[in-house]
């Protein structure tokens, strides 16, 4: 990125001011990136662990899996997954609230002892599923948010920090050598007024 200075103070003062705000927002882009990291990590681990959970539900539950066959159909279904929103280093993700289910009715006297129990079970396992994507897609957006502030962060440390530490370099050096110039301008004109004075008074 090519930054754009004029050769004066009016420049140099303003490219100190853009360098000191990158300067102070580096170390906070940083530490958001390292959080986006650690919570996007720990969100992968925990919608994992309630996969693991389900898969080992299921596998507890497989003595019985003969017993399913006899259960109704669509007996129970998720009616609506109510979410809530958590900041997370500024990134707004989703929290699971609530799951509301339909159980629809049944008659407790026909059908085996076992199908309320059924019923219980497979809310249990459904919410465990839901949990579970819902911790996927929160790693998702902080993964995304990381992403991006990974970038942000490179953009300053790599390409406009020393992009404008080099601009104000070359402003200084550009001035100091104006300055000198100027100063050995005035010197020689000095010089040659005492060579031209002293030339008067010797003709005199």
């Known amino acids: 990125m090519?930054?754009?200075?004029?050769?004066?103070?009016?420049?140099?003062?303003?490219?100190?001011?853009?360098?000191?705000?990158?300067?102070?927002?580096?170390?906070?882009?940083?530490?958001?990136?390292?959080?986006?990291?650690?919570?996007?990590k720990r969100a992968r681990k925990r919608s994992e662990e309630l996969l693991e959970e389900l898969q080992a539900s299921l596998r507890k539950y497989d003595y019985i899996a003969g017993l399913w066959n006899e259960f109704q159909p669509g007996l129970v279904t998720v009616e609506d997954v109510e979410l809530e929103t958590v900041k997370i280093a500024g990134v707004r993700t989703p929290a699971l609230k609530n799951v509301k289910y339909i159980v629809h009715d049944f008659n407790t006297f026909r059908k085996p002892l076992w199908y309320a129990e059924g019923v219980r079970l497979l809310q249990k396992l459904a919410q465990i599923g839901i949990e579970s994507e819902i911790y996927l897609e929160k790693m998702k957006l902080l993964d995304f948010a990381r992403k991006k502030t990974t970038q942000k962060v490179n953009l300053y440390e790599k390409v406009q920090i020393p992009g404008y530490q080099e601009a104000i370099l070359k402003i200084k050096r550009y001035m100091e050598d104006e300055e000198n110039l100027s100063k050995a301008a005035q010197k020689i004109v000095k010089n040659r007024h005492q060579a031209e004075e002293e030339e008067e008074n010797n003709d005199n």
């Open 2 to 40: 090519a930054i754009k200075f004029q050769f004066n103070k009016t420049s140099l003062n303003d490219l100190n001011k853009q360098l000191k705000v990158r300067m102070t927002a580096l170390p906070t882009l940083k530490n958001k990136e390292s959080a986006l990291r650690m919570e996007a």
